[in-house]
């Protein structure tokens, strides 16, 4: 019998019970002790570490970019007793109800494009399944069943499934621990890096032409070569985020409609991360004002209270499918258009759309301003904004546990991955806040890495 190792009362007992239990994303069941959480208000988090001390931080993540509107937000906090005071759940197979369809009303006015048709589903990583089926139905409707593979580019992040992941970057996504079972898509180069600089008021996009030009050409080609194998596109539009934060010209989503057009390819815009106004646009394909064929819409979607995502397409779309064999969109999970999160999407949006353009551009000058002392510092290589969003990144890997407590002594929540620090704060955050945050992030990096 091993010996009974008592643990401390001082110690975390939510901590300690956690490790070697439960699995933490992309994290060894042996990995670094994580935070417990005791409280979350606003953009406040009250967490409790391993040895049972209290801190309470600014989340600079929103939750992994989702709680736009902070934690507890009364809307939405009084949106969800409403709908639990009527149903919490019922299947959506020949059933409705009007949280659904108000949700997916109001998705189809907020969208870019004349999207008419919406399918709910559980996540993000669900929501993409779909839309690829979807463009698969669709080529298949249309008389080129042989289209079966899609056309994206290096860097991108769609989700964690498997045909999700077949579409991830091949590297970071890490195909080659799932080598029998990933289908094989076209993997076209990262577009060209973009900034986006105010001058006297006006937002410019900054880029190197000639990069642009190659980078089209590169995408052109493989179409061209590939095109009776290609059934859609799919691209993060603007900003990959998961991949990387790498922010790119507009310029290449126009060009992207242009080869979809001509090589019969729908267009899909995976808006899970970009949508809802965190790149300083509603939608991130109002930069350049593209007209996607298929949309993914998740994350920020709830305010961060509930899984939920959507896949919207226009009317041509959803017209072959209905003329097809099958009729019918080949999917339906178990919690389809869950009443009690499209109930707390309703109430979020509603909220949004008073206020996000003022709340976004409050938090991207913060962001401006407080992370401009991070360029002065040896291991930085850039300092890049876009929208809410601020990323610093190094010449190298970021220690992880040491930047994350370095960061909660400065009282900012902050996760970073790779060579990235970055932060997405919730949409409500006050310019204080946004300074604690990049004062955070700055002074954690320094104290770290130099
Ligand atoms: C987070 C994310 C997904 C996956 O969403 P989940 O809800 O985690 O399944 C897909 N695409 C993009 C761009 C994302 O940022």
Redesign the pocket.
Same mark, same amino acid.
């Given at each position: 019998m091993p010996e009974r190792v008592e643990t401390p009362a001082s110690l975390s007992r939510t901590i300690t019970r956690d490790q070697g239990l439960v699995w933490h994303p992309y994290a060894p069941l042996d990995g670094p002790a994580p935070y417990a959480v005791r409280a979350a208000s606003g953009v406040r988090l009250t967490l409790e570490d391993e040895r049972g001390t209290i801190h309470e931080v600014v989340d600079a993540m929103a939750s992994?970019w989702c709680a736009v509107h902070g934690y507890r937000h009364p809307t939405l906090d009084a949106a969800a007793h409403a709908q639990i005071d009527r149903f919490s759940h019922v299947m959506f197979g020949g059933l409705t109800h009007d949280p659904a369809v108000d949700l997916a009303e109001r998705l189809v006015a907020m969208a870019p494009g004349p999207m008419a048709h919406v399918f709910f589903a559980d =996540?993000? =990583? !669900?929501s !993409?399944e779909v839309a690829l089926k979807l463009a698969l139905q669709f080529q298949s409707a249309a008389g080129r069943p042989a289209r079966q593979r899609f056309l994206t580019v290096r860097g991108g992040?769609?989700? @964690?499934t498997f045909a999700?992941m077949s579409v991830c970057d091949p590297v970071d996504g890490m195909h080659s621990a799932f080598p029998g079972v990933l289908a094989r898509h076209s993997f076209a180069p990262r577009p060209p890096s973009a900034r986006l600089v105010v001058h006297d008021g006006e937002q410019h996009w900054e880029y190197d032409e000639v990069e642009l030009a190659v980078w089209r050409d590169a995408v052109w080609e493989t179409a061209r070569l590939q095109r009776d194998e290609l059934a859609a596109v799919i691209v993060?539009p603007v900003l990959q985020?998961?991949g990387g934060m790498h922010v790119y010209p507009p310029e290449c989503l126009r060009a992207l409609r242009e080869i979809a057009d001509e090589f019969d390819l729908l267009l899909i815009l @995976?808006e899970?991360?970009t949508g809802f106004g965190r790149t300083g646009r509603l939608f991130a394909a109002e930069w350049a004002d593209t007209r996607p064929d298929i949309i993914?819409v998740?994350?920020a979607l709830t305010g961060g209270y509930l =899984?939920l995502?959507a896949v919207l397409t226009t009317a041509d779309v959803g017209a072959v499918i209905t003329a097809s064999d099958f009729r019918a969109l080949l999917h339906g999970p178990t919690f389809m258009a869950n009443p009690l999160a499209c109930s707390i999407a309703n109430a979020s949006l509603a909220l949004l759309e008073k206020r996000w353009q003022h709340d976004v551009s409050r938090v991207a000058s913060a962001l401006d301003d407080g992370l401009q002392p991070a360029r002065a510092l040896a291991s930085v290589s850039d300092v890049r904004t876009i929208g809410a969003v601020g990323v610093i990144q190094l010449h190298g890997p970021v220690d992880v546990t040491a930047v994350t407590r370095a960061a909660i002594e400065r009282r900012v929540w902050v996760r970073p991955f790779r060579d990235l620090v970055y932060t997405m704060p919730p949409y409500v955050s006050t310019s204080d806040d946004v300074a604690t945050i990049c004062n955070g992030l700055v002074g954690a990096v320094r104290e770290v890495h130099g």
């Open positions: 992994w =996540s993000g =990583s !669900v !993409v992040y769609h989700g @964690d999700a993060e985020g998961a @995976d899970i991360a993914c998740g994350k =899984s995502a």
